[in-house]
């Protein structure tokens, strides 16, 4: 080869092996941000019958989902001892949702309150005669809280039940960091009294829609939001009460309860999916353990928790534990983490 095409051959070699040191970087690829589990924060209020409390433990075993049950206390006091329990403003032994039928009752009662925490679950307080307390104090809210402490962790002793449970006090003491409004009615002096009552959240909140719940005065405010139901989608509390109201105007129609049933696991459903594509806000959903219009809205619970709850990106977890995640820095934990 001729002197100058082995120069030119010398020249383009040496270019082509170090080209590299002359290209552009390579870019570097964008990953994916894993969008955070969602979170579904499914309660009950008042917790009376004992067949719903063993219902709602088989659903959660089977699920994996972790509830907050909203106590009454009066629940924790048979006909022979309500007079242990005076409301501010009220005489000794009056509520508005009664008392526990028996002793055997509450022995019964006080059994599913303790497996349910050993269970990991949440036991929060409804206050104890189901009053509407806005006209209440600050002294009148502490007052309540006070019964609700006493009655619970003295319950055992209260009743004559033995034997109590080793670390049962621990439990009542300790366990209990959450509150909710009986008629989720509310005014300031609640929120005045919950810190120095030592609890962590309160969930009486309604919210337009799925939101995040805020930290003020160190409390943190949970609120039940309005999803779209029914054929006009209009907005109803995500609550069965609310929804047996919307319904059947709090009256039972056992002809339609299936009909029930399908409404409401919709409106269930498409405010989960709504999230679910969408910002992933936790969802709050709440119950009672009374049945109404023949057990439509636990049907419909039922259906609901035992498609959603397993899904790998989605917890059902109870306040407490949102609210201890919360603490420790870590509200939502992320997909696949």
Known sequence: MPRPF????????????????FADPPRPTTASTAKPK??????????REISQWERSRALAKRTGAHFTYFLSCVFLLSPETRTQYTAPGKGAGKSNIGFAASKQEVADRLEQIRLAATEGHDIASHACGHFDGKGWSKADWLAEFGAFRRILENAYAINGISPEPSGWHDVARHAVTGFRAPYLSTNAALYQALPEAGFQYDASGVSKGPA????????????????PEGPKAKPVVAMDYN???????????PAMAGEFADRAYQAFRAAFDAEYSGKRIPLELGFHFTQMNQGAYWNALERFADEVCVKADVECISFHDYVARQH????QVTAGG
């Open 38 to 47: 969602q979170i579904v924060l499914i309660s009950f209020d008042s917790a």
């Open 328 to 331: 420790a820095g870590q509200a």
């Open 6 to 21: 082995r120069v030119l051959a010398f020249s383009l070699a040496s270019l082509a092996s170090t080209s590299t040191v």
């Open 243 to 253: 929804l047996y109201v919307r319904h059947s105007n709090g009256y039972e129609k």
């Open 212 to 227: 995040l719940p805020a930290v003020k005065n160190g409390t943190t405010r949970f609120s039940l939001p309005l999803i």
